[in-house]
Nanobody
Framework: VQLQASGGGLVQAGGSLSLSCAASGSFFQINDMGWYRQAPGKQRELVATITRARITKYADSVKGRFTISRDNAKNTGSLQMNSLKAEDTAVYYC???????????????WGQGTQVTVSS
C-alpha cells in the first residue's frame, strides 16, 4: 500500500494551490487522513485532518484559508489552499491510517512530500 501526494508548486502570496493524495494497493479502508508540513529548520506540524465521517480539524494558522476533503470511494484526499502566505512555504506530507483488512488495526502511512513555495 502506498500514498502518493501531488500538486505542489510555486505561487504568489494570495494565490491558491490544491494538493492531492491517493492511496494505491490492496487494503480494506482508509480511516483518518491528514496533511502535515515541514518548513526548513522547523519540526513537522499538523495542517489538517479529516476522519472517514469527514469530521475535520485545522491548525489555527490555516483556519479559514485551507480546506481538507476526501473521497472515500476513490481513496483520495485533497487540501485546497487559498490566500497563501509566505509562511505557508514548506514541504507538505499526506498521511493516512489504513486498514489492510477488516479485522486488522490501522497503520499510518506517509506519502512523499510535495514542495509548496509561496513568494511574497
Amino acid at each position: 500500500v502506498q500514498l502518493q501526494a501531488s500538486g505542489g508548486g510555486l505561487v504568489q502570496a494570495g494565490g491558491s494551490l490544491s494538493l492531492s493524495c491517493a492511496a494505491s494497493g490492496s487494503f480494506f479502508q482508509i480511516n483518518d487522513m491528514g496533511w502535515y508540513r515541514q518548513a526548513p529548520g522547523k519540526q513537522r506540524e499538523l495542517v489538517a485532518t479529516i476522519t472517514r465521517a469527514r469530521i475535520t480539524k485545522y491548525a489555527d494558522s490555516v483556519k479559514g484559508r485551507f480546506t481538507i476533503s476526501r473521497d472515500n470511494a476513490k481513496n483520495t484526499g485533497s487540501l485546497q489552499m487559498n490566500s497563501l502566505k509566505a509562511e505557508d512555504t514548506a514541504v507538505y506530507y499526506c498521511n493516512a491510517a489504513i486498514q489492510v483488512g477488516r479485522f486488522y488495526p490501522a497503520r499510518t502511512l506517509w506519502g512523499q512530500g510535495t514542495q509548496v513555495t509561496v513568494s511574497s
